[in-house]
């Protein structure tokens, strides 16, 4: 599952990249910042793959972070092209490192119930 996570971002990954250079309606900017979240997205589900959390946190976990990683990709495809005053690059910042704290919260909920029982 693992190579399958990271397999399947490579390719998100190298077909944005190559949208962007084709593309003129794509900006560079709007592509590269795609490109950091399918990285983003890529590396934080791997990571929820590698720990070992309950079921429950897995799942909900997965589906959460897919979700808001297509809300980061639309948003990064309607900023601006430019980083002063990019509303939508603060948003994609804030999501990514939500998703970052919602692992890290949940890596510690997990171990710490697991320790008491």
Same mark, same amino acid.
């Given at each position: 599952?693992?190579?399958?996570?990271?397999?399947?971002? +490579?390719?998100?990954?190298?077909?944005?990249?190559?949208? *962007?250079?084709?593309? !003129?309606? %794509?900006? !560079?900017?709007?592509?590269?910042?795609? $490109? *950091?979240?399918?990285?983003? #997205?890529?590396?934080?589900?791997?990571?929820?793959? $590698?720990?070992?959390?309950?079921?429950?946190?897995?799942?909900?976990?997965?589906?959460?972070?897919? $979700? +808001?990683?297509?809300? &980061?990709?639309?948003? *990064? +495809?309607?900023?601006?092209?430019?980083? &002063?005053?990019?509303? %939508?690059? +603060?948003?994609?910042?804030?999501? /990514?490192?939500? &998703?970052? /704290?919602?692992?890290? #919260?949940? %890596?510690? /909920?997990? #171990?710490?119930?697991?320790? #008491?029982?």
């Amino acid at each position: 599952m693992k190579k399958i996570i990271l397999i399947s971002g +490579l390719v998100l990954f190298i077909a944005n990249l190559s949208f *962007g250079f084709i593309l !003129t309606i %794509y900006p !560079t900017f709007n592509a590269l910042l795609n $490109c *950091g979240v399918i990285a983003a #997205t890529t590396l934080l589900l791997y990571l929820l793959r $590698c720990i070992h959390i309950g079921d429950a946190f897995y799942i909900s976990l997965s589906g959460i972070f897919g $979700c +808001l990683g297509v809300v &980061e990709f639309v948003l *990064g +495809l309607l900023a601006p092209d430019s980083i &002063e005053n990019n509303w %939508y690059l +603060l948003l994609v910042i804030l999501l /990514i490192a939500f &998703e970052a /704290i919602l692992l890290a #919260t949940s %890596y510690v /909920i997990h #171990t710490s119930t697991k320790k #008491t029982n």
